[in-house]
């Protein structure tokens, strides 16, 4: 089934196809209803805030005898219900040249046609003469939770004979987002949910050469990186052998650190040991080789996706295939909500504070200082 590609949100949604697993945490633990005679709340009241238990918190002063259940925790539930309810914003962009199996690749993500230009959709696709950018929006709903996805597609990027400053528009687009959602927020009678257009993601497609990052790549990503959040991903990995795509990895790795370039997740961003470890796992991994395909094949008596070759069939969600399944979750299942969050808190941030002192700190800002985006 294809989700139908919605640039209002106001317009009939149509959920996804139903899939097996959900891309959020399944249900949270049953909240158990209150028990004044409960020795312990449904899932105690541990410390790791640094702060000594309060009495009266079901603990005395030594922190043994109990008093009773308050119901802290349900605050978990409570937010759960919120966020049901409001839903969410998910602007994630993709750059680099054509035919590199960008729309293909979103598409495989979120298992539906959230790209319009996939070489699926039919019609002639054109190359730009310079980089244009296009977002869509759709609505996607699984286990409840809606998630207005917005992919922002950059044709034209990598294409040209002259590529210098081609990353100019798309610096451009994602701090106009930045500018919107400041101008909402220093607004006097500002909403109450601030629609949230901000690029929480790029992911930049390295082509599979198995030499090295072209000029191109490393210029893009020394400029963006500051602004936004990149995840380098290697396309058609399944254009290389095991050994070529390890060697490939290996020396793009080397390299953005050869030239300082820090992409997501940044290690000066890691809030604690337990993210440091985790994060450390993840950039090691870093680039994920990946291959997209929206075409299903029966393997093993089940349905897969995956790309028929003449040797047979590579599974796109199969790990020993391809690392497309160490991405998507990655990416959705372990750090969608920190994308959004470094956004918020460190890009977004940067751009206000400088926004902010450029501006005398109090004024306004005018209206006319921006483009308005073509959303
Ligand atoms: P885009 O221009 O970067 O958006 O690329 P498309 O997604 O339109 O894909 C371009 C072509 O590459 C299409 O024929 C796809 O079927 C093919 N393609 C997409 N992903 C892969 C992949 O992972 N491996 C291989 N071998 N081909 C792919
Ligand atoms: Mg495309």
Known sequence: MRTKVQRDMS????????????????????????SPTAPHGPSGLGGG??????????????????????????????????TMKAGFDFNIMIVGHSGLGKSTLVNTLFKSQVS???????????????????????????????MKLTVIDTPGFGDQINNE??????????????????????????KKRIPDTRVHCCLYFISPTGHSLRQLDIEFMKHLSRVVNIIPVIAKSDTMTPDEKNEFKHRVRKELETHGIEYYPQNEFDDDMEDKNENDKIREAMPFAVVGSDKEFQVNGKRVLGRKTAWGVVEVENPNHCEFAL?????????????????????YETYRARRLNDNGGLHPISANNTQESNL
């Open 11 to 34: 317009e009939s949604i149509v959920p996804p196809e139903v899939r097996p697993k959900p891309a959020v945490p399944a249900k949270p633990p049953h909240v158990a209803a209150p």
């Open 49 to 82: 805030f640094g702060v000594d238990r309060v009495p009266g918190l079901g603990h005395s002063g030594s922190g043994s005898t109990l008093l009773g259940y308050i119901g802290i925790d349900t605050i978990i539930e409570q937010m759960r219900k919120k």
């Open 116 to 146: 319009r230009w996939s070489s699926g959709w039919g019609g002639e696709h054109k190359i730009p003469k310079t980089v244009e950018i296009k977002a869509v929006s759709h609505v996607i709903e699984e286990g409840g939770v809606k």
């Open 165 to 190: 400053n081609c990353w100019d528009p798309i610096s451009k687009y994602i701090n106009e987002q930045y500018e919107k959602f400041l101008k909402e927020e220093v607004n006097i009678a500002r």
């Open 327 to 347: 991405l998507r979750d990655f990416l959705i299942r372990s750090h969608l909500q920190d994308l959004k969050e470094v956004t918020h808190n460190i890009h």
